[in-house]
């Protein structure tokens, strides 16, 4: 069994994946070729494995858009947090003045 298919002990934090795992890009899904199936055998209709990846490829786009939309909603929060954070410690700091 490789590194990669092996189950991490229990309680280490690991995941299944080996460090040398990297995530599919959904242009890496696309241009995925299949060694076609010789006569007499059985096989898979290379027609449907390309649609089917074609749409993998698609909802992993779509996911890789969401989860860069939702980075850029953190930034901007936690930016306005910031701002808020300051806003408040100054005006503590104005009343702690004024008395």
């Known amino acids: 069994m490789s590194v990669r298919n092996q189950r991490p002990a229990r309680g280490s934090g ?3 994946r080996s460090t040398a795992y990297t ?3 959904p242009w890496q899904v696309r ?3 299949f060694k076609p199936v010789g006569l007499g055998r059985r096989g898979l209709n290379p027609d449907d494995v390309y649609a089917f990846l074609d749409r993998v490829a698609g909802d992993m786009a ?3 858009a969401a989860l860069t939309e939702s980075r850029l909603e953190t930034v ?3 930016a306005a947090l910031r701002r808020w954070q300051s806003d408040q410690a100054r005006l503590r700091d104005a009343r702690g003045r004024e008395r």
Do not use: F, P, Q
Request: hydrophobic fraction near 40%.
């Open 14 to 16: 690991a995941t299944y």
């Open 76 to 78: 901007r929060i936690k």
């Open 23 to 25: 995530s599919l890009l």
């Open 31 to 33: 241009e995925r070729r």
């Open 62 to 64: 779509a996911v890789y």
